[in-house]
């Protein structure tokens, strides 16, 4: 498929999408403050229609989606036998539809499993790759263009990301979240509103920003995705995705006894951490990078960014017992740099049966 934002000036377009146009820091500054929208090539879009569509989507997957309400913006892992997080995606419904939002890498997937599991039920999965497209940015910015409205409702899904969903459990001990303060939503848009939007961009009359961009601020507000720090062994609870993607009280599904026994019983053997990054500005890890203390690999990056205030920064999972305080270098092309650890997920996270429960809130949310 042809992109068609790659004529825009200074546009740099590779098979994932736009990566940027000309300056990934000046773009994140820009996509954060509302000023600029990211085509999000990288993410593909999966229609569900059907009267059984949401009891459906709710009996496979880690939400509560039986009784989602039209225009409610939340996501839904699928899990394995084992928990272990095999498909992810942003959801969105518009009370006759629902869409899915999912990482163009993992979409294939999900859509095979998804047709796997229809039996009887009356639910007709799609692919929607041809008709629709994905449009980033913050809610305000996402205003200046037209999202698709099959059934009269706009679909802009809205990232719940880091507030505490209905069922959801926060492992994070920071309070302010760094990511309380993101604003982020995604449109789907028809091919020829993204086409218009392109043209706009090329005359000057619409600013954009890339993927570099986009990644950058995710990374920062410690947000987790299926193709950066999803590998086969990801438990939700690693990555503090429970606030968001999981439900802690719904019925069954595949794999919630793991889920449960991890929470309320054990703790998940790996945690995510986020570092910030010593050294050369332009030298950043590999994706999969050791992370070690002294000789020792305790772990690996996920995901890796400049980011326009913090400098270099990345997440990581390392291995639950890793000391919190530890002395950590991360490979690179030129050598080891040091880097300084920030708690994600906490080592003790998990065996809450006897533990109070706390609600925490995100500033946003608290001031809603």
Not at 271 to 283: C, Y
Not at 290 to 297: E, K, L
Not at 350 to 356: M, Q, R
Request: aromatic share 4%; net charge negative; charged share 25%.
């Amino acid at each position: 498929m042809t992109d068609p934002f790659a004529p825009v000036p200074g546009a740099v377009v590779d098979d994932a999408g736009l990566q940027h146009v000309g300056s990934p820091l000046v773009e994140q500054r820009r996509l954060a403050a509302g000023a600029a929208i990211a085509p999000r090539r990288d993410r593909a879009v999966i229609a569900v229609p059907g009267a059984d569509r949401l009891t459906w989507l709710d009996s496979l997957s880690s939400q509560a989606l039986a009784r989602l309400q039209p225009g409610v913006s939340t996501e839904l892992l699928i899990l394995d036998p084992q928990g272990h997080v095999e498909h992810g995606a942003s959801v969105l419904d518009d009370g006759e539809t629902t869409w899915l939002i999912a990482d163009r890498a993992d979409v294939d997937g999900l859509f095979g499993w998804l047709r796997k599991m229809r039996f009887r039920l009356r639910v007709d999965p799609r692919i929607a790759d041809d008709e629709y497209a994905v449009i980033g940015g913050t809610a305000a910015a996402l205003e200046r263009i037209s999202p698709a409205t099959p059934s009269g409702m706009p679909l802009v899904w809205r990232d719940p990301w880091p507030s505490v969903s209905p069922g959801g459990y926060a492992y994070a001990p920071v309070e302010p979240h760094p990511g309380a303060d993101r604003d982020w939503a995604e449109a789907i848009v028809t091919r020829d509103e993204e086409q218009r939007i392109a043209d706009a961009a090329v005359a000057g009359d619409l600013e954009l920003a890339g993927l570099a961009a986009v990644d950058a601020l995710r990374v920062a507000a410690w947000r987790p995705r299926w193709t950066a720090d999803v590998d086969e062994r990801a438990l939700p609870h690693e990555l503090d995705w429970l606030r968001t993607a999981v439900h802690l009280d719904k019925g069954c599904y595949r794999g919630q006894e793991t889920i449960a026994k991890v929470h309320n019983l054990g703790h998940p053997p790996r945690r995510l951490v986020a570092l910030q990054l010593d050294g050369s500005d332009s030298v950043l890890p590999e994706h999969g990078a050791a992370v070690r203390i002294g000789d020792d690999a305790v772990g690996i990056v996920t995901s890796a960014a400049l980011h326009y205030e913090e400098g270099p920064i990345a997440l990581a999972i390392v291995r639950r017992t890793t000391p919190v305080d530890a002395p950590l270098t991360v490979d690179t092309a030129d050598g080891s740099v040091a880097a300084a650890q920030e708690v994600v997920v906490p080592p003790d996270a998990g065996a809450t049966a006897n533990v109070p429960r706390i609600t925490r809130l995100s500033r946003r949310a608290a001031a809603q």
